[in-house]
């Protein structure tokens, strides 16, 4: 093995740990340092003593570390860091199949000086820079919603990706065996390319079904919520034939006692009877009666639920909606993710607090829709700077995840902004919604 090979191995070892360590979804620093230190110097050692014998052992080390990351992120690191290690043998298969088009054996090319340079130059840019992206749009999608691959389809993407990682090694072994002729690295290039463009098409068509199933599943809870919100408006109507009926026998008895001048029985009628009458049109129904001027349903439905949820409670709840909202200039899941996270703290809070008030007030203000939420609440356990950090709570034994996840949402869209305010045990929230976008 000449110098440039060894050195251009070292190189390939760190791309390696720096196409791994970005494609993972979310690790902490500590393991990410130990990673970097491990991938580098395993890499390296066991390459020089039992070259591709080594793999094995060298794959198992990166997933015994990532096991010890974050349990919800577990599978998804460990999938990522073996997508990591694929692509980067691709990236090499790739370059070593160029050389070999140009005539250049795997013997010659280990003791050349500066065709190791060239599969480097060549596998730079395969490597490092999709990793980076792919990176960048998983670690968004993930923090925009934890939970939109299902998990047992993540479990089963997990093993359909360390299955391929084996035939990976299989393959490897068996080429190094043979001392990688062309036709086996032609083979194996043409073995590799074809499993990474299946899978990816596979991959991509999964993501869109989850989606869409996710979108669907969505839909038919607003649906479902909208349903209850129809029938309880035809109760509502119902209740007033009924009221306006009643009302009208009452006013009818009224009358008489009016002709009959018998001003004490009238007195106590009106009293005992009409007063009682008129609470009839106040109460749940005019609350939620509120809700017409919503005409996105996912929106509607996730604000039934909390609303009912509030009634239920016995909060005294104010909701006011000035304008009719028809459409909303952001992805409607990730709304009603936002809003139930902001609604379910303000109804905890709510209820833990002496005055019990709770208060929703949604309006278009400049071509911006607002939602205005604000709830009376104990003091807070925690500064409000450190609320939207991951793993504070302002709730005894919760995970803390609820806040730190709605400022994920947050800054995935551009177009969305956040006011946060607490004085005098009163908790304000403003979310202002301009017309824009998520990236």
Known sequence: MSLSMFVTNIIAIIMMAYSI?????????????????????????????????????????????????ERSFRIWNMSAALLGWMWCVLSSYIGSFLVSLMGYRYEQTQASNWQPWLL?????????????????????????????????????????VAVCAGIFLLNIIYGYTLGFPPTVLILSFLLFSAFAFVHLFLYRNLYRTT?????????????????????????????????????????????????????????????????????????KDAQIGRLSLIKVLEIKGI??????????????????????????????????????????????????????????IIYQKNDCIVFHIENTTPPLPAPLSQLSREGVSGKENHSGLGLYTARQIIDSCQNLSVSTEYRDHLFQQILTISHGGCK
Request: hydrophobic content about 45%.
């Open 21 to 69: 360590i970005q494609l993972l979804p979310r690790v902490s620093r500590r393991l990410r340092i130990v990673l970097w230190l491990y991938i580098p110097l395993a890499g390296s050692v066991t390459g020089i003593l039992f070259s591709f014998f080594s793999t094995p052992f060298f794959l198992l080390g990166i997933l015994l570390i990532l096991f010890f990351s």
């Open 120 to 160: 480097i130059a060549i596998a730079l840019p395969f490597t490092c820079i999709p990793s980076a992206l792919a990176g960048k749009w998983l670690r968004r999608k993930l923090h925009a919603n934890p939970d939109f691959v299902p998990l047992p389809v993540l479990r089963l993407f997990f093993a359909d």
């Open 211 to 283: 989606q869409e199933n996710q979108r669907l599943a969505l839909q038919a809870q607003a649906r479902q919520s909208l349903t209850e919100y129809t029938r309880r408006l035809e109760c509502h109507y119902q209740e007033m034939r009924r009221f306006r009926h009643d009302y009208m026998n009452l006013l009818s008895t009224l009358s008489g006692y009016i002709q009959a001048r018998d001003w004490e029985l009238l007195e106590h009628f009106f009293q005992t009877n009409l007063m009682g009458a008129g609470h009839s049109l106040s109460g």
């Open 303 to 360: 604000l039934y639920v909390k609303i009912v949820e509030a009634l239920n409670d016995g909060l005294f709840l104010t909701l006011e909606i000035t304008d009719e909202i028809s459409c909303i200039d952001m992805d409607p899941m990730s709304l009603s993710r936002l809003l139930g996270i902001y609604l379910d703290n303000a109804l905890e809070a709510a209820r833990a607090s002496r005055e019990k008030e709770l208060k929703l």
